[in-house]
């Protein structure tokens, strides 16, 4: 009797753990269940991306054997140059641009590019210390009563033909001891024969009319001209007003037509020039000419220095 009360004791907690177990049972076969219903749907996924794997496997296959196919033929197509040929594509795709230079003339040397600035400069120079050493115009011819134009050209020509003296000298040097042949030898001698005429011409206006004045300002203009007449550097790159300055004074155009006519340039441009010096000429000259029809009229102030004992 008491082993099986010993007995229904243990059945009974037999019993407690086996509702307990039966419960867990039920719970983890609806687990089981859900998984298996997760495991199904993974199991469609994985056979829907084996598909795709396959077909993308194939797409793969086939863009290789393009591939290969592409770049045999690409190796067929290589041209088999020599090396002059290979030397000069490397040379094409490493400098592509080519850049060709036209010159429609040359002065050759630094040298002979300086050269018209400089004989023209020296042209100016020489007139004006003519005028230090020559009178600009004769009291006397005019104190006679001689016309005021022939007075004018009388005391023009004494320096004009001494000009014509120092630009031959530098014709000669620049030609045959610098070596600068000229384009147009006669063309640039009368040139410069023209050049001198004008720059006496200018130079004898200034000292007539502002005397002591007047060569001051000669020295002026020189200095003016070093900048604007373009012969060290474009005048274009000039500011106002000396670009404005450029267009109205003489070395302007002597130092481009001795350009044109040195390096053998337009000659359209050379008569410009010479048409702009001929201008300038005429005027000063005629310029002087009334000056000294006005000195004819004698004044107390002129006459001073004469009664100043």
Do not use: C
């Amino acid at each position: 009797m008491d082993q099986a009360a010993a007995g229904a004791g243990r059945l009974a907690d037999g019993t407690g753990r086996l509702v307990t177990g039966a419960a867990r049972l039920a719970g983890g076969a609806g687990q089981l269940d859900d998984g298996a219903g997760r495991l199904a749907s993974g199991a469609d996924r994985l056979a829907g991306g084996s598909a795709d794997l396959v077909d993308g496997t194939d797409r793969l296959e086939d863009g290789a054997v393009r591939l290969h196919d592409g770049l045999a033929d690409g190796v067929q197509r290589v041209p088999d140059v020599d090396e002059r040929t290979r030397e000069a594509t490397a040379s094409t795709i490493a400098d592509p641009v080519g850049v060709h230079a036209d010159a429609l003339s040359s002065a050759g040397t630094y040298g002979g590019g300086l050269a018209p600035f400089f004989l023209s400069l020296a042209t100016w120079i020489g007139a004006y210390v003519l005028f230090l050493l020559v009178r600009p115009l004769s009291t006397r011819a005019l104190a006679a009563g001689r016309s005021a134009v022939w007075t004018v050209l009388g005391a023009w020509v004494v320096p004009f033909g001494i000009g014509v003296a120092q630009v031959a000298a530098m014709f000669s040097v620049t030609k045959f001891a610098l070596d600068i042949d000229p384009a147009y030898g006669f063309g640039t001698a009368a040139f410069l024969v023209l050049m001198t005429a004008t720059f006496v011409a200018v130079l004898q206006l200034l000292n007539v009319w502002l005397g002591a004045a007047g060569q001051f300002l000669g020295l002026v203009l020189m200095l003016v001209q070093l900048v604007t007449a373009g012969g060290t550097f474009p005048w274009q790159t000039l500011p106002e007003p000396l670009a404005s300055l450029h267009r109205v004074l003489p070395m302007s155009y002597t130092v481009e037509g001795l350009r044109q006519l040195l390096y053998g340039g337009n000659l359209a441009t050379v008569s410009r020039d010479v048409g702009v010096l001929v201008v300038v000429l005429g005027a000063t000259i005629a310029a002087t000419t009334l000056v000294a029809r006005r000195q004819r009229v004698w004044t107390s102030n002129r006459l001073q220095p004469e009664l100043v004992l």
